[in-house]
C-alpha cells in the first residue's frame, strides 16, 4: 500500500469523471455528483474496475446511480477493488442490479 503514497492525485465532479477513475490514483470528491443521466442508459454506469487507488468522499454525495447488469457479477460502484482506501462517500437514491457479489459501493474487494 505505500505506493499509494507517491501517486497522482485528481479531483472529482462529474460522474463522467467518477466512470474514468483508473488504477494507480488518489482521487478527491469535490462536489455532490449527480448520475441520475444513468438511468437512461440501458446498462447504466459501468462498474469500475481498480487496484491501488485512494479515493476520498469528503462527505460528498453521489446520487442517482443506475447500473443495471443482472446477468453479471461484481456490480457496484466499484466492480472490483484491490488494495485500495475508499472513505467518506455517501450513496443517495441508488438502483444496482446484479446476479453475484453485489453492493451499492463495492462489488468485490480485496485487502480494501
Known amino acids: ?27 478527491y470528491l469535490s462536489s455532490d455528483i449527480d448520475c441520475s443521466e444513468t ?7 459501468v462498474p ?3 487496484n491501488q487507488i485512494e479515493l476520498k468522499g ?3 454525495v453521489i446520487k442517482g446511480l443506475t447500473i443495471n447488469r443482472p446477468n ?7 466492480g472490483k477493488l484491490a ?3 475508499i472513505y467518506g462517500i455517501i450513496l443517495q437514491d441508488v438502483k444496482i442490479s446484479g ?11 480485496n485487502n480494501c
Open 58 to 60: 469528503t462527505q460528498y
Open 83 to 85: 488494495n485500495s482506501f
Open 48 to 50: 469500475i474496475i481498480a
Open 1 to 27: 500500500m505505500n505506493a499509494i503514497k507517491n501517486i497522482e492525485t485528481a479531483t472529482i465532479s462529474s460522474c463522467e469523471e467518477l466512470q474514468n477513475i483508473d488504477s494507480f490514483h488518489k482521487y
Open 72 to 78: 453479471q457479477d461484481n456490480i457496484g460502484l466499484f
Open 99 to 109: 446476479r453475484v457479489s453485489v453492493g451499492g459501493l463495492i462489488g468485490e474487494s
Open 39 to 45: 438511468k437512461n442508459e440501458e446498462k447504466g454506469f
